[in-house]
C-alpha cells in the first residue's frame, strides 16, 4: 500500500518529504512543513465539489476549517486504478477535546452552536440523498425497533445461549417498551418542525473530529455533512458524553445551557432531545454489533458493553425525569 500510496501523491502539486499511516489515513508533510492528509472518500465527485464549496464557505465565514487539496489536473478526487476515491485536505495540529474536562465539553457545545449558526446562510442546493425528512428519525427508531425483534427472534431459537445471549433476553422487554414509548411520542408529537430548526449539519459530531488549538477549537472530518435537524448534532455529542458520566445531571443541564446562549434551543428541539436520549439506542446499537458479528465467537466485548448499559439506567432513567420536566415544565 506504500507505493500505492506514493503513486497518488504523485497526483498533487506538492514534494512531500514524510509519511506517516494513521487509522484509516495517511499524514503527509511536504518540503515546506505543511501537514496534509489523505483518506479514502466515500461518495460521488458531485459530493466532493459540493463538500469543497461548503468549506470554502465556511472559510469566508472566518471559521477555521480544514480545506480540499486540488490536484495537478484541478481535481477535488483522485480515484486509483481499483476505482477507489481519495481526498486530501489540510490539516490543523491539535489535541482531541478531553471527554473528562468539563470546559473542554461546555467549548465544544458552544463551539457546534456557533458552527450551526455559521450553517444558516449556505444557500447551495443539497441533493436529496444529502437531505434528511422531519420523519427521519420516526423511520430510524422503527427500523431499529424492527432490528430488535430479529435479534431477539434469532437470539430465542438458538438452543444454547451464551452470556450475552441470556442478559439479552432477560432485558429485551424493558427495553423494548421504551423504544415503543419513543416511536409513539414521535408520532404524536403535537408542535411540527419549522424550516429554521433545519440546516446543514456535521453529520458525526464527537469529541473525535474536534481539536483544540491554542487558537481555539477547530471542527474537522465533515464527509457526512447533510442537511437535517441541528438537534441531531448536538444529540450526537450529547449523548456518548453522558454515557460517559454515567447520566451525570450537572453536566448534562451544562451542556444545554452552554449551546442555548449560543444559539437557543426551542421548545421541538428540546423535545426531540428528550426523545433521541429516551430511546434506548445503545441497546440496540450493542445487539446490532451482535447480530452482525460471527456468532461463533463469546461476544465478550458485546457483554461487557451490555453490563454498562444496565449499571447506567437507573442514573439514565433519574436524568430523563429532570428533562422531561425541563422541556415540558
Not at 477549537?217 to 454515557?243: G, L, T
Request: aromatic share 14%.
Amino acid at each position: 500500500m506504500y507505493n500505492r500510496t506514493e503513486i497518488i501523491l504523485e497526483a498533487y502539486p506538492y514534494e512531500f518529504t514524510d509519511i506517516q499511516k494513521g487509522r484509516g489515513v495517511y499524514f503527509c508533510l511536504d518540503k515546506n512543513g505543511d501537514k496534509k492528509i489523505l483518506k479514502e472518500f466515500s461518495g460521488s465527485v458531485s459530493k466532493a465539489e459540493l463538500l469543497d464549496l461548503f468549506l470554502k464557505y465556511l472559510k469566508e465565514k472566518g471559521s477555521r476549517t480544514e480545506q480540499i487539496v486540488y490536484t495537478k489536473e484541478d481535481g477535488v478526487l483522485f480515484t486509483d486504478i481499483d476505482e477507489t476515491r481519495y481526498y486530501m485536505r489540510t490539516w490543523t495540529d491539535g489535541k482531541e477535546c478531553d471527554t473528562r474536562n468539563r470546559e473542554d465539553i461546555l467549548c465544544a457545545v458552544r463551539r457546534l452552536a456557533r458552527f450551526h449558526l455559521d450553517t444558516a446562510d449556505f444557500t447551495e442546493e443539497m441533493p436529496d440523498t444529502l437531505c434528511r425528512t422531519p420523519d427521519f428519525l420516526e423511520q430510524e427508531y422503527e427500523r431499529h425497533t424492527r432490528e430488535l425483534h430479529k435479534v431477539r427472534n434469532y437470539i430465542r431459537s438458538r438452543k444454547k445461549k451464551n452470556e450475552f445471549e441470556a442478559r439479552f433476553l432477560n432485558e429485551y422487554t424493558y427495553y423494548l417498551n421504551q423504544a415503543d414509548e419513543a416511536v409513539d411520542r414521535l408520532q404524536n408529537m403535537e408542535e411540527q418542525p419549522e424550516d429554521q430548526y433545519f440546516g446543514i449539519c456535521h453529520g458525526d459530531y464527537s469529541q473525535h473530529n474536534l481539536l483544540m488549538t491554542a487558537n481555539g477549537p477547530v471542527i474537522i472530518n465533515y464527509e457526512r455533512f447533510c442537511k437535517d435537524a441541528y438537534v441531531s448534532d448536538f444529540a450526537h455529542f450529547f449523548r456518548k458524553i453522558m454515557e460517559k458520566h454515567n447520566w451525570n445531571t450537572g453536566i448534562g443541564m451544562d451542556m444545554i445551557h452552554a449551546y442555548d446562549k449560543v444559539r437557543r434551543l426551542e421548545r421541538w428541539e428540546l423535545g426531540q432531545l428528550y426523545l433521541r436520549m429516551a430511546y434506548p439506542e445503545k441497546f440496540w446499537k450493542v445487539a446490532n454489533h451482535y447480530f452482525n458479528s460471527r456468532k461463533s465467537w463469546a461476544n465478550n466485548r458485546d457483554s461487557e458493553k451490555l453490563v454498562k448499559i444496565c449499571s447506567q439506567e437507573k442514573e439514565r432513567r433519574e436524568f430523563l425525569k429532570i428533562l422531561q420536566y425541563f422541556v415540558h415544565g
